[in-house]
């Protein structure tokens, strides 16, 4: 399988705080994207970082790719309630039309 | 503007029985396709289109069909429906390659 693995599967944490998550991938890559899915809805897309980037920032969202070791993270800075929801990263890789999942990280932050 | 609009929302079927889900964008992508989420699996692509009347086969295609006869329109047909479907089922589109997603289909069989 090409799917990607984020780390960590489920990760609670106080309102505030900063969530950092992970994602490590297979090939070699055109870019990466991380979604967010709320409890019984789609996927909405947040952020794409390409491959000859190593960091990107939108709003309270900082990403960072180390393509060297086929990983990048997310940050949520100033956590919210509201950010409660699954982050999954996606990898374009090189070669073929399909993008790749990740196995998601559940993301809980309490009041 | 619609997105991504899949049907229908919930659907329960027994073991044999034959359905299609029904995705459609308003958008004009070219690029269509089908993903299932399994708990801990994330998503995986079923099928995907990079236009009208080109289909290609993704990760988990057996037990599904796909036609692409509108670049609107994009269906998703179990052709013998088994408990190793249940599953919930998203359609995503894009202009090369996905990033609008829909609710999904919340398929169970029994």
């Known amino acids: 399988s090409q799917q990607g693995e984020e780390d960590p599967q489920a990760l609670s944490i106080q309102e505030g705080e900063n969530a950092t998550m992970n994602c490590s991938y297979k090939?070699?890559?055109?870019?990466l994207q991380w979604y967010r899915q709320n409890s019984g809805r789609g996927l909405v897309h947040l952020i794409l970082i390409r491959s000859n980037e190593r960091e990107k920032h939108s709003g309270r969202l900082r990403v960072t790719l180390d393509t060297s070791k086929k990983s990048s993270s997310l940050l949520i800075t100033a956590s919210r309630a509201a950010d409660t929801a699954s982050y999954f990263c996606a990898t374009d890789p090189r070669t073929g039309n399909q993008f790749y999942f990740g196995t998601g990280t559940s993301l809980t932050v309490i009041p | 503007n619609a997105g991504v609009t899949q049907t229908p929302k919930f659907q329960v079927l027994k073991t044999g029985q034959s359905m299609t889900l029904q995705c459609a964008q308003d958008?004009?992508?070219?690029?269509m396709s089908w993903y299932r989420q399994d708990p801990g699996m994330g998503l995986r692509l079923i099928h995907y289109s990079v236009g009208a009347g080109i289909t290609d086969q993704g990760e988990v295609p057996n037990g599904y069909n796909v036609s692409r006869s509108t670049t609107e329109d994009f269906p998703l047909r179990l052709l013998s429906a088994a408990p190793s479907q249940t599953s919930v089922y998203f359609c995503?589109?894009?202009?090369?390659?996905?990033?609008?997603f829909g609710d999904g289909t919340r398929l169970s069989i029994l």
């Open positions: 090939t070699s890559i055109n870019n």
């Open positions: 995503a589109s894009g202009r090369v390659k996905p990033q609008h």
């Open positions: 958008m004009n992508h070219e690029y």
